[in-house]
């Protein structure tokens, strides 16, 4: 397994102010590599090659600045999330093989890319001290895509390849299941190829056992 690579990432939005960019990236990599309680406004300026002034100015205080880091990520996930889930399968051949190769792709571009494995070890380690987090997640993420990806299943069982009792159910299911076998140590780290094609096919198959259609 490989460290995530925490070096800059792309701007989540073209116009975003350069400075306000290279804040926002030095205070990701500061918090998850070190957590929000070591997080200091002098070493984020440094990082960043700004002022600590610029860095109020900017983004605020620490919490403000930890919330700014968490409403970048969860958007730039969102954003990541939305082109994998336009390559979701539509009346495939085979369907088992069809949503491994989506839930490889899934869990490779959003759950284990720099974005959303920060955002996971973010909300792992700072949500139950700033509950604040959850909002700002709920909106950009959750609460905005959720009926998207639900509405994906529903077609697919619409289309007869899967037996749901209720599409958002079975979606929360499919993540789930999908990611229940990824390797975890505790750091920001994406796990490797062979392992996410492996709990890919664990996490597919057992969701088809539970979901699959009974006519096929």
Same mark, same amino acid.
């Given at each position: 397994m490989s460290d995530i690579d925490l070096a800059p990432a792309r701007p989540a939005f073209a116009k975003a102010p350069t400075k306000r960019m290279a804040i926002l990236d030095a205070a990701k990599r500061a918090i998850v590599r070190d957590g929000f309680a070591a997080l200091s406004i002098d070493s984020i300026a440094n990082e960043a090659?700004? !002022?600590?002034?610029?860095?109020?100015?900017?983004?605020?205080?620490?919490?403000?600045? %930890? &919330?700014?880091?968490?409403?970048?990520?969860? *958007?730039? !996930? !969102?954003?990541? %999330? &939305?082109?994998?889930? *336009?390559t979701f399968p539509d009346k495939p051949d085979d369907i088992q093989s069809a949503l491994v190769d989506f839930a490889v792709r899934l869990m490779g571009r959003c759950m284990?890319? /720099? @974005?959303?494995?920060?955002?996971?070890?973010?909300?792992?380690?700072? *949500?139950?001290?700033? +509950?604040?987090?959850?909002?700002?997640?709920?909106?950009?993420? +959750?609460?905005?895509?959720?009926?998207? /990806?639900?509405?994906?299943?529903?077609? =697919?069982?619409? @289309?007869?390849? =899967? @037996?749901?009792?209720?599409?958002?159910?079975?979606?929360r299911h499919f993540f789930a299941l999908t990611n229940a076998d990824l390797p975890d140590d505790g750091t920001c780290a994406r796990p490797s190829e062979e392992a996410l094609h492996k709990a890919a096919v664990t996490g597919v198959s057992t969701f088809l056992r539970a979901f699959g259609s009974r006519q096929r």
């Open positions: 090659g700004v !002022s600590r002034q610029t860095v109020y100015n900017q983004l605020g205080d620490r919490d403000q600045l %930890l &919330m700014a880091v968490i409403e970048d990520v969860t *958007a730039r !996930s !969102s954003t990541s %999330l &939305m082109t994998v889930l *336009a284990c890319d /720099i @974005d959303g494995r920060a955002l996971a070890t973010l909300l792992k380690r700072e *949500a139950q001290n700033h +509950p604040a987090l959850f909002a700002a997640w709920t909106e950009y993420g +959750p609460g905005k895509d959720w009926p998207l /990806i639900a509405g994906r299943f529903a077609k =697919l069982a619409q @289309d007869g390849y =899967l @037996d749901l009792p209720d599409a958002s159910i079975a979606a």
